[in-house]
């Protein structure tokens, strides 16, 4: 099976605080993704990458960068943490044949104070 | 731009109902369509798919058509059942940008 791994199910960080949130996966795929999920807002696409050192901006990708220096590893970047970043990060990925199949990580909630 | 509009939540439905959560889209050309599912605690996972008009996806008794005219992909099930509780989302795939575009999901509650 497909398995998509977050660092952390639960985070609390400080305004001010730089926040890394990890995600690997462990199915070779190419293409990587960031979302984050509100009430009521779905889930909005903050930045995705199709290849190592490749990133391209989603929806809503102020406040946030991402890294990927190697394929299996995706990490979501918020440089000065703020409240209205409290929220729940989800990690996909996907075969490049198949963008459109995503697997997803079970979520890190982050409570940002 | 490509958007998703999903039913407002929560269902709440008795064990063996039938269920219909409605999604209709918003798109150019001729999007992919999808059903995620959210279970409590869990990351989404796939729960079926379409990728042309009149298509029916299916899986674990869940269905929905892909109707082109009506810009709709209504999920359906026929005799829901308490594991079916879950948080549900509509989806379209974004052939321009490459990437998925969700809906606001919908809580489906079922009681025994």
């Known amino acids: 099976d497909v398995k998509v791994t977050q660092s952390s199910r639960y985070l609390v960080k400080r305004t001010g605080e730089k926040v890394f949130l990890e995600c690997v996966q462990d199915?070779?795929?190419?293409?990587m993704f960031w979302y984050r999920q509100d009430p009521g807002l779905g889930l909005r696409l903050i930045y995705f990458?199709?290849?190592?050192?490749?990133?391209e901006k989603g929806d809503i990708p102020e406040g946030y960068s991402v890294s990927r220096e190697k394929k299996e590893r995706f990490s979501l970047i918020l440089e000065s943490a703020s409240t209205n970043q409290t929220s729940m990060y989800l990690c996909a990925s996907s075969y490049s044949g198949s963008r459109d199949e995503q697997f997803f990580g079970p979520g890190t909630r982050l409570t940002v104070l | 731009g490509n958007s998703v509009t999903q039913m407002e939540g929560p269902v709440t439905l008795s064990e063996e109902a039938f269920l219909t959560i409605n999604c209709t889209y918003t798109?150019?050309?001729?999007?992919?369509l999808f059903w995620y599912v959210q279970y409590p605690g869990e990351g989404l996972q796939l729960l079926l798919k379409a990728t042309k008009a009149d298509d029916k996806g299916s899986n674990k008794g869940f269905e929905a058509t892909y109707r082109k005219e009506t810009t709709s992909f209504h999920l359906e099930k026929g005799s829901v059942q308490v594991s079916d509780s879950a948080v549900y989302f509509c989806?379209?795939?974004?052939?321009?940008?490459?990437?998925?575009?969700f809906g606001s999901g919908t809580r489906l509650q079922v009681q025994p």
């Open positions: 199915m070779d795929h190419e293409n």
């Open positions: 990458s199709y290849d190592v050192k490749m990133k």
């Open positions: 989806a379209l795939f974004n052939t321009g940008r490459r990437a998925l575009t």
């Open positions: 798109a150019t050309g001729y999007p992919s």
